[in-house]
């Protein structure tokens, strides 16, 4: 039976394609049978988004946009509102800033502060990791574990399962352990060496995505790739089509 949970893309994965024809990118989008996108810095392009939303009936649960380094975060959750997002992640905080126990509990303080603050605009704030949070340990535990330890209860947490992996986690034991707080997920797929110009289709490279899946049965799927040896829709519609069967 196929998967009821809801299943997205992140637009990042066809940027180019947006930076030549944003209307004509997300159009094609639809017609792959896709329903759901996660836009990146969609602050900066909102109304471009909302007429092509309009023109496809595609919608956007969730949203990435620097948040947390951003000096009117203000701006940023109107953006997200006007896009009907129930959801804001911020994508990426340098590796730097995830090396000390007293770093990354500030991080923490922030991103607390900025989960009351978006409830305001009646949106969740949360965090998506790349390798380093995983790959940085802090007396023995992961970075990104000491930094849940600090987050309030409202933040959210988009786990990107193949920079997890790559990272050193045992990615399904990871969903298994952060439990409800994680709200969505990035599927991916591809080598553990982390060469992202070697990403696959879900189901197809080293990353254990039937595990993946079976540990956080409640968050929704978000297809990415950073990068893609062939033509990314084709790429995308195959870890849709994969996932529409295996996902359960």
């Given amino acids: 039976m196929p998967t009821t949970t809801p299943t997205s893309v992140q637009l990042y994965s066809i940027r180019d394609a947006i930076a030549d024809d944003l209307d004509a990118a997300v159009a094609r ?18 109304d471009d988004y909302l007429r092509a939303f309009a023109a496809t009936g595609l919608t956007a ?6 948040v947390l ?69 802090i007396d023995g535990r992961h970075a990104l574990e000491v930094f849940v330890d600090h987050l309030a209860p409202e933040v959210v947490l988009e786990v990107d399962t193949y920079w997890a992996a790559v ?22 797929d591809g080598t553990l060496d982390g060469d992202i110009e070697r990403q ?17 049965p409640s968050a929704t799927r978000v297809i990415e790739y950073d990068a893609y040896a062939g033509d990314v829709f084709e790429g995308i519609a195959q870890s849709l089509a994969w996932l529409t069967e295996h996902d359960r």
């Fill in 200 to 216: 696959q289709p879900a189901g197809s490279g080293e990353v254990d995505v039937p595990a993946i899946l079976a540990a956080a």
């Fill in 61 to 66: 649960p969730s949203g990435h946009a620097p």
């Fill in 69 to 137: 380094a951003a000096e009117t975060p203000e701006a940023i959750f109107d953006a997200a509102v006007a896009l009907g997002m129930g959801t804001v992640i911020d994508p990426f905080l340098p590796a730097e800033e995830w090396q000390t126990a007293d770093q990354v509990a500030r991080l923490a303080e922030r991103a607390n502060g900025l989960a009351v603050l978006a409830a305001e605009w009646g949106l969740q704030f949360g965090y998506h990791n790349h390798a380093w949070e995983l790959g940085t340990r």
């Fill in 29 to 46: 989008l639809a017609e792959i049978g896709l329903r759901h996108v996660e836009p990146y810095a969609f602050h900066e392009r909102t």
């Fill in 167 to 188: 990272g050193g986690a045992d990615a399904p034991a990871l969903l298994t352990a952060l439990g409800d707080r994680v709200r969505l997920i990035h599927v991916k």
